[in-house]
């Protein structure tokens, strides 16, 4: 049997969305023209690949192996388009790392200057996401690694510690009557006036939904786009903040400010590297998987 590459695209994109209509529209097709094209699809194997169901779809095991193949058929095609590629440009090749707000800001900078130091040959692209956005791009095969939070709902992909990054409040020195470095508990916070960050920023969301938890809702005096802004109004005595501590080592020195560790499970941060599956990678990949993992194992 003959297969079309763009029903194999389609068909990951609507698995990966659990939707023929999301996965229409990451494929750039209108929604009859999909639908006619998975249908054709399931006709010519003769099985049903999907299980409709009010919520969207999901894959029949036909559908779970058809997933697998067209996956690996879809990244060999990749890799030979780089190799190809990579020959025409002096052998070159081009690594595609996604990473989350804290991971770019705070943690790449020496890991990927080394890697790019001792790799003359080896391009990275990275881009920021937050961390959902990352675990559903590397599920969809657009990326080759990705950096982000450790959460529930990583079936699928592989992942290696990265870096622990954990959430702190940051204070005026005094405003709470605690020692410097002292642990509080998030609850015992809810009555401070808080300096937080942007709209849709995933770690004040992140902040938000624990607030929620407990019924109540942060009193944002002011959002500012950065750690930096918000160490600075800080330690003017215009709120507190919960940041990763990494951020205090860019955006707190020379600044007035207290440091205190939150005693809740939450505001440990796990940051990993992860990917599909680490033995499909490029050897590029592969080397930049080590360069990230092996600055761990200095670092212990």
Not at 24 to 38: D, F, G, Q, T, V
Not at 193 to 214: C, D, K, T
Not at 242 to 260: D, E, F, K, T, V
Request: aromatic share 4%; charged share 25%.
């Amino acid at each position: 049997m003959r297969y079309d590459l763009l029903d194999l695209r389609l068909f990951l994109h609507v698995v990966a969305a659990r939707s023929i209509t999301l996965g229409a529209e990451r494929s750039h097709l209108a929604l009859p023209s999909a639908s006619a094209r998975i249908k054709a699809l399931e006709d010519s194997l003769g099985t049903p690949l999907l299980i409709r169901h009010a919520r969207g779809v999901r894959p029949t095991p036909a559908g779970l192996t058809l997933e697998r193949h067209a996956r690996a058929i879809l990244q060999r095609l990749e890799d030979m388009d780089q190799d190809l590629a990579g020959a025409e440009a002096d052998s070159r090749t081009r690594v595609r790392l996604l990473a989350n707000g804290a991971a770019v800001m705070e943690h790449l900078d020496a890991p990927l200057a080394d890697f790019l130091q001792a790799q003359p040959r080896v391009d990275v692209d990275v881009e920021e996401l937050p961390s959902p956005r990352i675990v559903l791009a590397l599920r969809e095969g657009r990326a080759d690694l990705g950096i982000f939070v450790a959460a529930q709902g990583l079936e699928g992909l592989q992942v290696r510690p990265f870096r622990t990054d954990p959430l702190v409040l940051v204070t005026a020195p005094g405003r709470l009557r605690l020692e410097d470095g002292e642990a509080v508990d998030f609850a015992h916070l809810l009555e401070q006036p808080f300096v937080g960050l942007s709209r849709g920023n995933a770690l004040q969301l992140h902040v938000e939904a624990q607030a929620a938890q407990w019924g109540r809702e942060l009193a944002i005096r002011i959002r500012v786009p950065s750690a930096i802004q918000a160490c600075a109004l800080v330690a003017r005595g215009l709120g507190v903040a919960i940041l990763p501590a990494a951020s205090l080592l860019r955006a707190g020195p020379g600044l007035a400010l207290a440091r205190h560790p939150l005693k809740d499970a939450w505001a440990r941060r796990d940051l990993v590297v992860g990917c599909r599956d680490f033995a499909e990678l490029a050897p590029a990949a592969t080397a930049l998987l080590e360069a990230l993992v092996g600055e761990v194992a200095r670092q212990g």
